[in-house]
């Protein structure tokens, strides 16, 4: 039996359809392959570097903030003993040249201000 079909004039063969693929030498497939490979490992290790270095700032916001943490339970320790730490009464007077300037004393003057406007 005849497996060939007759569309528009023309006798078609059973088979793949589409373009037959291109005879690649070996050699060249093997060397794109390998490019490929490099150029991923390439990849790969710089995305490792971004978030080696990412981890490492989150970390370090970390300590700072622990840090700022500690610094205010100390004042709290000390307000409940009946003391007022020297950098709050600093900001509490308005002498804010004699406190250090930390990321506390921004916040708080940003409080004051807004507490002012409204």
Do not use: F
């Amino acid at each position: 039996m005849d497996h060939s079909k007759m569309v528009a004039g023309k006798v078609k063969k059973p088979g793949k359809r589409g373009r037959k693929p291109a005879k690649i030498d070996l050699k060249v497939k093997l060397e794109r392959s390998r490019q490929s490979a490099r150029e991923c490992r390439a990849r790969k290790k710089l995305r490792y570097q971004y978030l080696e270095e990412l981890v490492s700032s989150k970390e370090r916001a970390i300590c700072a903030l622990r840090e700022e943490l500690d610094m205010y339970k100390q004042w709290c320790l000390a307000m409940d003993q009946g003391k007022i730490p020297s950098e709050i009464k600093a900001l509490l007077t308005g002498d804010e040249q004699k406190a250090p300037q930390t990321s506390t004393n921004k916040i708080l003057k940003n409080v004051k201000y807004s507490s002012k406007t409204s």
